[in-house]
């Protein structure tokens, strides 16, 4: 058997693809990059075209095997876990060798940074449920994150349920994805730049009064920093609403005065590719 | 006025109450309706504000005017602050505006009693039905009831709420006649017990016909001011105890009281608030509610306060030695929450966890458990911790000093070289 290291697209797909070379190929995976992340190295590396049914083939083994464990790859995928490929495929391969009764054994050494790591994952997902900010932008709530973990499959059907009769999107500026939702259906797509469009009086009305209700609530005599960063910790502050400096509390120039500027700029601000809204594949939220 | 200053009077005036919980309730998206209460199990937080608190709801007053005057209140009929009062429709209005840009996870509207209790309630039911109604709001609201209110009332503001809560306020009827005149205890027991029977039937006639309008699904809550009288943890925790067995309260929230008023039947202005005394409730009232701990077994009549230095379950564990150690492997989940150190969570994993392999010392740490307070309380596989040496009375030295780097400190002093030489 042959020591080797993989070169995938970085989809899940093309990692599925990965373990089904090795198994068919009889290699000993050292290390799995994604195109992006690869610095080139000593050791023979190959590069892995992503074939959607050896990706199936895999997949459909996994299920039978535990349809648990098929989920827990899913999430696993999604997590910031460095390296988080080979923890997977050594994952896999334990599943494959002993069958899946080592997956109700949590502090198993295989399955338990897999776990830790899915946690994180959660624990972000659940925190920018509240934490999202939303702007309206001429009818469409539009807000930025940038969480560690790729959240956006998690908090699709959360936000699209919750706001099922608007336009919305949520651009990840970590992993720049970017949500979008309108008429029922949701999509997630890469997208590389991306510009919040200036707010206009009422959104800043809003942000004013949300800012000074923020202010307002805490009591100065059980003032507490540290509890409020173990809960909330800093890195999110950036995309939050009460913690911007001033200029975000200001509108842009009147729309009246230039209306010939504002339409395009509106547009070209949501950052909605026209021709890829309707041709992406829509999943139901 | 302007909504900016209504706002800032009116949040400024509420932010002493102390429940900010969206939890309880599981309502997922309507067709046509905006919001839905399903964000966790354990509700949503959307923000912190400066003191550490959840901010989850826009917690604000309909109004601050109040006939009431109450000694410990910044709202008191007697006090020389300015007074707002929202209309019902702006009242909406933000509560939408915030709604749709995720700032908030609801509505908690509490009032000072203007006129009378009805009135003051029939002005908060008419904020909530536009809310409900004309804006088609689906997700949380948190209903103040106002003591005295006639219970036509009460009823129309459950099936508009998603909680309701009475405020007991001070935890005895000696503090109630003495700081709050105008409240009786009667006077706020009678809506609580109207709830309690309400929601009962609800229940029953849900299972009849499935689609009956819920009346305050995710149930009711209190709160008591801790440390504005003279009353003993055990007397607080008694009554809390008596308020889950009898009213089926979802919660009971303390609040340290916080002066803001000079009198003489209070404490002083300088006096800090008991913070850490509240956090020791709060501790033992999870006891209560989760670990399955009842009152009389964490505080009697020779201990009548919690230890401030070690958590109550800790305090409970060292005055029953004989109960531990407990093997993780065998013991039962009753027995497992009784460990400090152990919580649902990771007794849940516990269980889960040994019908596929034993359990050594080493895995604990990994399944969440907190060893540097479980250790001393455990075996796994017969064993405890490796080089592991104790005695009882070292034992509180050492469970002490786990927890102190997380107490709140004495400030520390700075020393003046000089000072000393000159009187020396």
Known sequence: ?285 | MELLDKLTILSDAAKYDAACTSSGSRRGFRQGYIGSTTSSVAGCCHTFSADGRCVSLLKVLMTNNCVYNCKYCVNRCSNDTRRAMFTPEELAELTIGFYRRNYIEGLFLSSGVVRTPDYTTELMIKSLRILRERYRFNGYIHAKTIPGTSPVLVEQLGLLADRLSVNIELPSESGLKLLAPDKTKAAILTPMRQIETRRTENTEELVKYRHAPKFAPAGQSTQMIVGATGDSDLHILRLTQGLYDQYKLKRVFYSAYVPVVENALLPSKDVKPPLLREHRLYQADWLLRFYGFRAEELLDEHNPDFNPLVDPKCSWALAHLDFFPVEVNSADYETLLRIPGIGVTSAKRILVSRRCARLKIEDLRKLGVVMKRAQYFLTACGKMAEGLRFSPDSLLRNLIAAERPGLPQPAAEQLTLFDTIQSA
Request: proline letters at 7%.
């Open chain 1, 1 to 285: 058997m042959n020591e080797m290291t993989y070169l995938y697209d970085g989809s899940f797909e093309g990692f599925l693809c990965c373990v089904f070379e090795s198994y068919a190929k009889h290699e000993i995976l050292t290390a799995i990059y994604s195109d992006e992340d690869f610095v080139p190295v000593l050791f023979a590396s190959r590069t892995i075209e992503t074939d959607f049914s050896h990706a199936g083939r895999v997949m459909r083994k996994i299920v039978k095997v535990s349809p648990y464990a098929a989920d827990l790859l899913r999430r696993g995928f999604l997590t910031c876990l460095p390296e988080r490929e080979m923890y997977l495929y050594r994952l896999i391969a334990k599943l494959l060798r002993e069958g899946p009764r080592f997956l109700g054994s949590l502090s198993d050494e295989t399955l338990y940074p897999v776990l830790k790591a899915i946690r994180n994952l959660h624990g972000e997902a659940q925190l920018l449920r509240g934490f999202v900010r939303f702007s309206e932008l001429g009818g469409v709530l539009g807000a930025e994150i940038e969480p560690k973990n790729r959240v956006l499959p998690l908090l699709r059907g959360h936000f699209c349920s919750r706001y099922q009769n608007e336009k919305l999107f949520i651009y990840d500026r970590t992993h720049r994805e970017i949500l979008l939702y309108a008429d029922h259906k949701a999509v997630i797509a890469p997208l590389e730049h991306f510009e919040m469009a200036p707010p206009d009086e009422s959104e800043v009305g809003y942000r004013l009064l949300w800012k000074r209700f923020y202010d307002t609530i805490a009591i100065k005599e059980r003032y507490n920093p540290k509890c409020r960063r173990t809960h909330m910790p800093m890195r999110y502050w950036n995309t939050m609403t009460e913690f911007q400096g001033t200029d975000y509390f200001k509108a842009k120039k009147s729309s009246a005065d230039d209306p010939g500027l504002s339409a395009p700029n509106e547009k070209s601000a949501l950052a909605i590719p026209p021709e890829s809204e309707p041709s992406a594949p829509a999943s139901a939220p």
